[in-house]
């Protein structure tokens, strides 16, 4: 387990005004989360659980991927739609199908 603490801290500023006193409050929203790596299989599961809700891994999985010197991505998180090898040879020919052909009459 490794816990990332994401750099982007939100700052609030809050008004408070009660009888007729104004008092500012200043806090800063800190969050921490906790990447799980197995060792097994390689998976890598965050608590903000963005791969779940949206198909791809977060930067804090990244970032503890990086800090464990993982070279590849696993697998399972590579979708199909990014990979090159299933694009059909013939639409991935340098050809111009725009190129002027001889017209017959």
């Known amino acids: ?5 994401d750099r982007n801290a939100t700052t609030y500023r809050t008004l408070y ?3 007729g006193e104004e008092q500012v409050q200043e806090c ?4 921490e989360y906790k990447v799980l790596r197995s060792l097994k299989d390689g998976s890598v599961e965050c608590t903000c659980r963005h791969f779940l809700r949206f198909g791809f891994l977060c930067r804090h ?7 464990r010197d993982v070279q590849m991505i ?3 998180y590579i979708l ?6 299933i ?4 639409l991935r020919r340098n050809t111009n199908r725009y190129e002027e052909k001889k017209c017959t009459n």
Not at 28 to 31: F, L, R
Not at 87 to 90: E, K, L, N, R, T
């Open 87 to 90: 694009i059909p040879s013939a």
């Open 17 to 19: 005004k009660e009888k």
């Open 74 to 76: 696993p697998e399972k």
């Open 1 to 5: 387990m490794l816990r990332v603490r």
């Open 28 to 31: 800063e929203k800190v969050v």
């Open 80 to 85: 199909r739609r990014w990979r090159r090898d």
């Open 61 to 67: 999985a990244f970032c503890a991927l990086k800090n």
